[in-house]
Every structure is written in C-alpha cells, then in structure tokens.
C-alpha cells in the first residue's frame, strides 16, 4: 500500500516550459487535492477533485490545469511555467469531500 | 485568503514540555484537522474533530474546539525531539463548502 505517490520528486523548469506533474493513490479515495506550499504562505489549493469526473477551482488555479484521470490518477499541467510557480507543490487525497486527508511526498519545482 | 490561522508562529521548548498552539478560523465548519510536516515532508494527518465535539484526545494529543469562539488549540504533552515540526490546522467548511483550508502553520522546536 504506496499511498498516494508523486512524480517527479525535483524538476528545474526554464520560464515558458510546460510540464506535468503526476499524482496517484490506491487507497480508492474520492477526492484529490493540488496543493502548493510556499515558504510563510502555508499551504494554498490549486484545484480539486471532489469525485471521479469532476474538477473545481482552489484559491491559486491561474497558470494550471488539472486531469482526473480516472479514480487513482490526479495531474497538474502547467502550460507556460513562470518564475512565480516555483515552489512545492503536494498532492493529496481524501476517502470523501470532508474526510482527512493524506499527502503525497511534494514535488520541488524550480522555475528560472 | 487563509482561513485558520496558527499561533504562535514558532515555539521552542525544553524536551519533557508541553507545547500549545492554537488555531482560529473565520466561518463555520463542519470539522477541523491538525496535521504535522516534518522538513521537507508531506504532511501528515493526526487528529479530526468535529463540529459537534469540544475535545478529543488521541495519545499525547489533546485537541479542543471551541466554536462559538472559532477557535481551536493542540496540546502535545511531555514533548520529544521527534515532535519537532510544522503544525498545520484545516479547516472543512459546512454549508456545501468543501475546500479545505489551511494556515500558515506553527513552527516548533523541541530541545532534547
């Protein structure tokens, strides 16, 4: 039982490069989170997936999309990357919308 | 916005210690989470309460709500060098609100 397990673990990214960041879980949760973490900042949510299907906004979703792939896979893209979108990006999951959730290891992207 | 807020910032206490920090929120809540970070972790989940409850313990946790005060506090009794960490309160909104909000986090040092 991985958990929820994240790729890759570091990535340096030039400005205006796109990548993907990939998340998945085995646990059959519903709900998945995109979290970044910045230092002083706490963490804010980029976006989230209530369910299998469905996909909605956090408090920082400019400059991302997301896929939810099926019910294990969860990933972020980011089309055009910007120095301001270097930091640590988490994902999670939760059993339903209100439950506790449970983290990946994060992702360290570095944006020059 | 950030919708629990930590305090204090950072605390630093003496191994065998008991340590408080304290959370405060803006609207009402279905549940609120207590979750650690060690450095350059994932955070993990350690204890949920409910709307409907005033206090739960689990272990050395003492964790207490109070809602009229949108307020709530941890207590890690007779701390260890291994508690030290970033201590993060969540917030899950009523109301059909499922985003989950986190503060800025609690920075604690224990001295062995």
């Known amino acids: 039982n991985a958990g929820v397990t994240q790729t890759p673990k570091f990535q340096v990214l030039k400005t205006g490069q796109s990548m993907t960041l990939q998340c998945a879980q085995d646990?059959?949760?519903?709900?998945m989170y995109w979290y970044r973490q910045d230092p002083g900042m706490g963490l804010r949510l980029i976006y989230y997936?209530?369910?299998?299907?469905?996909?909605d906004k956090g408090e920082v979703p400019n400059g991302y999309n997301v896929s939810r792939l099926n019910k294990r896979e969860f990933s972020l893209r980011l089309e055009s990357a910007a120095p301001s979108q270097t930091s640590v990006y988490f994902c999670?999951?939760?059993?339903?919308?209100?439950?506790?959730?449970?983290f990946g290891p994060g992702t360290r992207l570095t944006v020059t | 916005s950030q919708q629990g807020e930590e305090d204090p910032q950072a605390l630093s206490i003496q191994e065998g210690e008991n340590a408080t920090m304290n959370c405060s929120y803006k609207?009402?809540?279905?549940?609120l989470q207590w979750y650690r970070q060690n450095s350059g972790r994932g955070l993990v989940h350690l204890i949920l309460?409910?709307?409907?409850?005033r206090e739960k313990h689990s272990g050395r946790l003492r964790v207490t709500l109070d809602t009229s005060k949108k307020s709530s506090s941890l207590l890690i009794t007779a701390s260890r060098a291994a508690d030290t960490a970033s201590y993060f309160c969540?917030?899950?909104?009523?109301?059909?609100?499922?985003?989950?909000?986190f503060g800025r986090g609690t920075s604690l040092i224990v001295h062995p």
């Open positions: 969540a917030t899950r909104g009523s109301g059909g609100s499922y985003i989950p909000t």
């Open positions: 309460i409910r709307s409907n409850e």
């Open positions: 999670a999951s939760s059993g339903d919308s209100l439950g506790e959730q449970y």
């Open positions: 646990m059959n949760h519903n709900s």
């Open positions: 997936s209530a369910s299998e299907g469905t996909t």
């Open positions: 609207t009402s809540i279905n549940n």
